[in-house]
């Protein structure tokens, strides 16, 4: 029983199903003295949209949902609030029962719907630039936290007619490799034919650098690999993101450059252009030379404001000529357009205080 006592919830006796993934969910049912198939069949039912308790799960022997609904519980989130950008990205704020919030953004485009979803509250990870990273390190989401944040924005859009979500990506608050059992749960219930039925090549996983979780990663799923890199030298980097003072940025990249993947999948690499830090043709060159040879794809973006004066966008002639210097140099590069900066839900400015802002204004209580 000690396994399932680790996807209890935190306040109730019960057992939440959505922390479970299926192998979980089958020693479950078999500590009820039920088959193992019926651990297969209850992961079905837990991630149809619409079901909310036992009584729906129409092929389930009745004695046996009177068991389940005695010892466990399938949490979802109720309590949320939603606010649309102009260009069409939407953002969700959660409250966790905590009284924690979290947020992920839900960003439409012509042929996909991806989802950016959080994996901790706050981050430990300090990088200069991010609010969320300002918030310092609150805690970790459980696997049904992350997952929750999926069914409901999946069960949202479908109401919404806004299709069906297509892709998941961790780019939300908190680093998710320092979130990794929970997120390796989080990616089996994604995957699970059964559960939410992602494939692996439309589900990222975004890193600041953990290396050593970065290669757990690619020895035991075969999602994206998303790096944050953000400089070429380590002088820049450990100024910007304190993690590289722990995995200077040789060894970070050399980790991608052996990273366990498919053949043709490329690392994505993200570099944001910070006006007079990163973004000479000077570090252009240097990040040429640093990445000779490692698989990759690289995106670049523009800082969005977070009150920090230090950190400024450089402007769209100097984002330019920094992606033309890689190109012309072999390397493939995108220029990323933030999402949702009118609501402040583009990448770094996730902190939960949209949230508090509004029910401060719902309740009158803002100066
Ligand atoms: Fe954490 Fe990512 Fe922000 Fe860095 S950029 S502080 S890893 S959330």
Same mark, same amino acid.
């Given at each position: ?110 042929? !996909? ?132 003072? !722990? ?9 991608? !450059? ?110």
């Amino acid at each position: 029983m000690k396994k399932i006592i680790a996807g209890m919830h935190a306040q109730s006796p019960k057992t939440d199903l959505r922390n479970l993934t299926q192998k979980q969910l089958v020693r479950f049912v078999e500590s009820l003295g039920q088959p193992a198939f019926r651990g297969r069949q209850l992961l079905a039912w837990i991630y149809k949209p619409g079901i909310i308790d036992f009584s729906q799960m129409t092929d389930l022997a009745k004695e046996f949902r009177a068991i389940l609904a005695q010892s466990a519980t399938m949490s979802r989130f109720d309590d949320f609030q939603v606010e649309c950008s102009r260009d069409g990205a939407v953002k969700f704020a959660f409250l966790l029962e905590d009284g924690r919030l979290i947020e992920s953004v839900l960003i439409p485009e012509e042929d !996909r719907n991806t989802l950016c979803v959080s994996s901790q509250v706050g981050c430990a990870m300090g990088c200069g630039f991010c609010l969320t990273g300002t918030m310092g390190f609150i805690r970790n989401l459980t696997t049904a936290e992350i997952v929750n944040q999926v069914c409901a924005v999946r069960d949202w859009a479908l109401t919404h007619d806004r299709g069906p979500l297509t892709n998941l990506v961790f780019m939300g608050m908190g680093e998710p490799l320092a979130n990794f059992d929970h997120l390796l749960d989080a990616i089996s219930i994604f995957t699970e034919q059964r559960g939410l039925d992602f494939s692996n090549r439309r589900i990222t996983v975004s890193t600041c650098g953990l290396v050593p979780q970065m290669k757990k990663l690619g020895d035991l799923t075969d999602v994206n690999l998303a790096v944050s890199l953000h400089a070429a030298n380590d002088a820049v980097r450990s100024r910007l993101m304190p993690i590289n003072n !722990r995995y200077p940025i040789a060894e970070l990249v050399e980790t991608c !450059r052996t990273y366990r993947q498919k053949r043709r999948k490329r690392i994505m690499f993200e570099y944001t252009l910070l006006d007079g830090i990163n973004d000479s043709d000077r570090d252009a060159e240097q990040l040429v030379d640093l990445l000779r040879g490692v698989p990759c794809k690289i995106n670049l973006l523009a800082v969005n404001p977070t009150g920090d004066p230090a950190y400024k966008n450089p402007g769209q002639d100097r984002i330019l000529r920094f992606q033309h210097i890689l190109r012309s140099r072999g390397h493939t590069v995108f220029i990323r357009q933030s999402r949702g900066e009118d609501i402040a839900a583009a990448c770094g400015q996730l902190a939960g205080k949209w949230w508090e802002k509004k029910t401060e204004e719902k309740t009158g209580q803002a100066d």
